[in-house]
């Protein structure tokens, strides 16, 4: 088999499976509480498809997506995924390329994943505010999405690597760091899901302002930590391609 035809097969293993589905209605359950429950009402009085409250709906969405990504990758790393590693491929494959194929589906697997909530929110602002000016939400979504992911798909395979039982005992350390607050324990530049600058931002520019509409900016330090996750969650990938274990 061709590296498409692979990429393919391994991409149906995973949204055919009961495992994803029983996440994505998870991942859908949770969308339509906090969208109704939490987002109609707008975000401290700001519009409910204002900037600001569709990135406190990312805030409450992402670390979700995330441990439900986290979770998938630990099919990478079972012992049932090891024994039939052999009888998958006709052909020998290197264990760089292998790693690299499931990096690949994940990827894949993500952009699906994260594609339920977003559509979900989308189909919900123009059914009940009839708002279709979602292109005003994309930095938002680039940025809270892409480097959480980017930095926690390469850290789920390192630790993936060492042993599954670490995969396991980082769905909740994900969850928990992007749902609880987390800014008295933790150092800044562990923000990996940008709560903590979110609520600052929240403190300085929402709470006590004159103006009723105010812009939601990302400054140039936050998009700079961004980077470092995404560099970061690059080497940790890249570390895991070239360096091969003996099986």
Known sequence: ??????????????????????????????TYDFLTRLVTGGYYGTAPFSEWT??????????????????????????????????????????????????????????????????????????????????????????????????????????????IKFLYGLIPVAFLLGTIDTSNILPDWLDIFGTHYFRICTFTELLGRTMESVPFNLSSSFIHTRLVFVLLGVVFLTYTCVRTVKE
């Open 54 to 163: 569709y990135t406190f709906f990312i805030q409450l969405i992402l670390p979700a997506v995330i441990s439900v990504i986290i979770f998938m990758m630990t099919n990478i790393f079972d012992e049932k995924e090891l024994r039939a590693r052999k009888i998958l491929f006709s052909a020998p494959i290197s264990q760089s390329r292998y790693y690299m194929l499931k990096i690949l589906t994940i990827a894949i697997t993500f952009v699906l994943t994260a594609l339920v909530p977003i559509v979900m929110s989308f189909i919900y602002y123009k059914g009940l505010f009839n708002y279709v000016g979602f292109a005003s939400f994309t930095k938002f979504i680039l940025w809270f999405f892409i480097p959480a992911f980017i930095f926690f798909l390469g850290l789920s395979m390192i630790l993936g690597k060492i042993s």
């Open 1 to 30: 088999m061709n590296n498409i035809t692979l990429l393919k097969y391994e991409i149906r293993r995973v949204i055919i499976s009961k495992k994803y589905f029983y996440m994505i209605l998870l991942i859908m359950g949770m």
